[in-house]
């Protein structure tokens, strides 16, 4: 893909904005195919692909954990780590309001509302990451921490 045919998505504009080098990282995009779907497509580990999962406190409040693509996050763990009761994953309705994508194409980049983002903290060790470019089909690949210096994340340990 030239560089110049990539979508202006909010999370694309975000990343010139602060001057970030990445790569696109298009592939046919798959309903409910997953990060499985995305590494099979672009022939990289799964463990690579970072999910943006937007989730909800006890009171409602609402924020965005950074996983693995072969990963779960461990509910619990975080709920105990935030210090709140319990922590449930949006309504598909409410995740697409909160930031202004679509499911399956939602990146923590350049969100509708400023969510807090929560990080696990073995991401931050990669050597590089693909996350999603706020469109279904399109991945970016970037350095982490590139990411930690735009999003500014807490760092967790939450993995499964």
């Known amino acids: 893909m030239a560089r110049d045919k990539v979508p202006a998505t909010q999370a694309i504009r975000v990343l010139k904005q602060h001057k970030v080098k990445f790569i696109?990282?298009?592939y046919k995009y798959e309903d409910k195919g997953g990060t499985k779907t995305s590494a099979r497509e672009l022939q990289?580990?799964?463990h690579l692909i970072i999910k943006t999962l937007i989730m909800e406190d006890d009171q409602q409040k609402p924020l965005i954990i950074l996983m693995h693509g072969d990963c779960e996050v461990s509910l619990?763990?975080?709920a105990r780590q935030l210090k709140v009761k319990k922590?449930?994953?949006?309504?598909?309705?409410?995740a697409d309001n909160l930031t202004g994508y679509q499911t399956g194409g939602i990146s923590p980049f350049g969100t509708r509302q400023s969510l807090p983002v929560y990080l696990e903290?073995?991401?931050a060790n990669l050597e590089k990451l693909i996350?999603?470019?706020g469109k279904r089909g399109l991945l970016i690949e970037l350095s982490p921490q590139d990411l930690l210096n735009i999003l500014k994340p807490t760092l967790v340990s939450v993995a499964i």
């Open 121 to 123: 903290e073995t991401i």
């Open 131 to 133: 996350i999603n470019g």
């Open 24 to 26: 696109p990282r298009p």
């Open 44 to 46: 990289v580990e799964e």
């Open 87 to 94: 922590i449930t994953p949006c309504t598909t309705a409410r």
């Open 76 to 78: 619990k763990h975080l």
